[in-house]
């Protein structure tokens, strides 16, 4: 089945330690981005990778890693997590750049820092 | 700075009724418009895009470059409507990375 795959679904974490958050894609896209999603804010995009070693930030980039060295997967990276980061986190893939294609989203991860 | 607005953040409407989610947006040139779909306990998902002039579901929605609007319309709500719905915009300016609004719930009552 073609899908995106995150990785944990559900992480409770305390303040500092770091973690990683994986997303896996195997429709062979190009294009992969993070979304973080809050209350009364809408998707916001943490950071985006056009294809294999091309990342780039997006919004709101301050407090997260990421890479791409293989092009089905696109970890994100907190290396010293902060309350601020408590959030659900979402991956997506699309063929190629953006927003011209559709964008197929994983099914979320939902993360607490305390 | 290119914004989209969706200005309810909730909509309750009876079955049977008519539907329109608003969406408006800030951006000078000639935009890409998406709305997006998150039903309970499934993924986002792609409900429609105005350059595909197309009805999903039902729902129909015309990019208005004069009042910078792309809401969403269905004549008839059904019950399984009932979802969060985003608006989104992507343009040549952003890198086509698309920029969202900040979703409105819209429940469908019996």
């Known amino acids: 089945e073609a899908q995106v795959t995150q990785n944990p679904r559900y992480l409770i974490t305390v303040t500092g330690k770091k973690l990683t958050v994986t997303c896996s894609q195997n429709?062979?896209?190009?294009?992969m981005s993070w979304y973080r999603q809050d209350p009364g804010l809408g998707l916001r995009q943490i950071y985006y990778s056009m294809n294999v070693e091309v990342t780039d930030k997006g919004d709101v980039p301050e407090g997260y890693k990421v890479s791409r060295k293989e092009k089905r997967n696109f970890p994100l990276i907190l290396e010293s997590p902060s309350p601020n980061q408590t959030s659900l986190y979402f991956c997506a893939s699309s063929p190629r750049a953006g927003g011209l294609y559709e964008q197929y989203f994983g099914p979320g991860t939902r993360l607490t820092v305390t | 700075a290119q914004r989209v607005t969706q200005p309810e953040k909730l909509l309750s409407v009876f079955k049977g009724a008519p539907v329109e989610l608003k969406c408006n947006y800030s951006y000078s040139g000639s935009p890409e418009l998406f709305w997006y779909v998150q039903y309970s306990r499934q993924r986002l998902q792609l409900l429609l895009r105005?350059?595909?002039?197309?009805s999903i579901k039902g729902f129909t929605a015309d990019l208005n470059k004069g009042e910078t609007s792309f809401h969403l319309k269905k004549p008839f709500a059904q019950e399984e409507d009932s979802a969060m719905y985003y608006c989104a915009l992507s343009h040549t300016d952003s890198n086509y990375q698309l920029i969202w609004g900040a979703g409105t719930k819209l429940i469908i009552k019996p």
């Open positions: 105005h350059i595909s002039r197309e």
């Open positions: 429709m062979n896209h190009e294009y």
